[in-house]
């Protein structure tokens, strides 16, 4: 998760100071209310070693200020507690040792009133710092903002994959936060609309982020990419669409499929997208009927490529995807504003060429997780998130409806492991001309 500093907007001026301080503390305050409906024994289990409790995520959101701001740039801070470091480093090894990863979920304590201390006490001493702290501390904290936003939409997919767990099929919140959620998208519709192809750029594109304003260090450089004639649908595939492909044997026929993928369908006994069990699917309220309009969701890269094949199409590369979307508002469409029970609902016959581009599912480009022509990870420690993942993964773009909006932009780059789905992914077409 980590940025050039060239990249980074200066914070410098108390307009911009202001702005900085209302933006972390909106952030902080919306990880809270994500967990406001769990008990102590929600927000502490693990349903596996991929997912993390929701107690966990907001201790390593903490962590983060801890470590890199205050230990690292206020003069005489003290850590709140010396063990939690052990407890709530991730990946970063030049932090030192750190608590396995699939074991998080033996951490009953600290408990999850004790962590919500710990991070108002670390708030406060940011919140208090901040107009002090030098330009590369309040730098970080941009940084640790985007890293916890990221660690928003992880806590409310790691949460549904834990509910899905229980045969009771409770709900995070209720069915009617949900059918509020659908009214508040004025896409919604009971018909997804024809899906039409629209023809992408040609020629020598830009391609990555530029400017003053954040970016993680793998969206960098900026680099030309040349890109041939093509296609990419409107939408992305519904659930309706993705049910024909069931009903016609597409889990069942292996030249469909790539081989990884094929072994991953046999031996997982892959038959439908996660979370679907007959016309209905776990929800963040529950198990609810399948809408055959809403985007599909929950799916693997394997199972996206497959999908592709069945249709006579093939997945967008990310450079395709990044063009076509470099005019468009990213913080348009479905994403989250505040917490309850996000699913993706349908994009409607709607009057813009390409619709759900961003929010809704991330969407499954054929490109792999590789650095840019002239990448370079930011000094440190906290250089290590993103460079280091750069193999046997695959980019997803747009955000979802569980992505903080003003998290997304066009350069954005997600990515996840081929057989990854506890996430909203779903996927676009893409075709040759």
């Known amino acids: 998760m980590a940025s050039q500093n060239d990249a980074l907007p200066l914070t410098t001026g108390t307009d911009a100071m202001m702005a900085l301080t209302s933006r972390f503390a909106a952030t902080r305050r919306l990880s809270l ?32 200020f801890e470590t890199f701001v205050l230990r690292d740039h206020l003069p005489g801070y003290r850590l709140f507690d010396a063990r939690y470091p ?10 030192g040792p750190r608590h396995a990863r699939p074991q ?12 919500c201390v710990w991070r108002a006490h670390v708030d406060a001493a940011v919140q208090s710092a901040l107009p002090a702290l030098p330009l590369a501390a309040q730098r970080l904290v941009t940084l640790g903002i985007h890293h916890e936003q990221q660690h ?20 995070v919140w209720e069915k009617d936060a949900i059918a509020n959620e659908v009214a508040q998208i004025s896409a919604a519709s009971a018909d997804a609309g024809p899906m039409r192809w629209i023809k992408g750029a040609e020629g020598v594109v830009q391609i990555g982020h530029a400017g003053e304003v954040f970016a993680f260090d793998c969206e ?17 595939v519904s659930n309706g669409e993705w049910q024909q492909f069931i009903d016609d044997g597409g889990y069942h026929t292996p030249s469909l499929w790539l081989s990884d993928g094929w072994a991953w369908v046999q031996g997982e006994d892959i038959d439908a997208p996660a979370y ?28 996206a490529d497959a999908f592709a094949t069945w249709a006579g199409a093939r997945l967008p590369t990310e450079i395709e995807w990044e063009a076509a979307a470099a005019a468009l508002d990213p913080a348009s469409g479905q994403q989250l504003d505040a917490a309850g029970p996000v699913h993706p609902v349908a994009a409607g016959d709607g009057d813009t060429d390409l619709q759900q581009m961003f929010g809704s599912v991330w969407e499954w480009t054929g490109s792999a997780y590789r650095p840019y022509p002239g990448f370079r990870a930011a000094p440190g420690a906290v250089g290590e998130y993103n460079g280091k993942f750069m193999s046997g993964q695959f980019v997803l773009r747009g955000g979802s409806c569980a992505t903080p909006r003003g998290h997304c932009r066009a350069s954005y780059r997600n990515f996840f492991y081929p057989h990854q789905r506890w996430q909203f992914t779903g996927v676009r077409l893409a075709k040759d001309l």
Not at 86 to 95: D, G, P, R, T, V
Not at 152 to 171: I, M, R, S, W
Request: glycine letters at 6%; a negative charge; zero cysteines.
């Open 86 to 95: 052990y407890l709530f480093n991730s990946y970063y090894e030049a932090e």
């Open 276 to 303: 679907w069990d007959g016309g209905r699917q776990f929800t963040l309220s529950g198990w609810q009927d399948i809408d055959p309009a809403a985007p599909v969701t929950h799916i693997s890269f394997y199972e």
């Open 104 to 115: 998080r979920g033996l951490l009953t304590r600290p408990s999850l009133d004790e962590i």
């Open 33 to 64: 209310d994500l967990v406001g409906t769990l008990s102590d024994a929600d927000a502490s289990a693990q349903s596996m070693p991929d997912a993390s409790p929701a107690k966990w995520h907001l201790a390593h959101t903490t962590w983060f």
């Open 152 to 171: 928003q939409e992880l806590l409310l997919t790691d949460v549904k994959h834990l509910f899905a767990q229980n045969p009771l099929g409770p709900a």
């Open 220 to 236: 960098l450089p900026q680099f030309s990419a040349l890109l041939t004639p093509h296609a990419l649908a409107s939408r992305p």
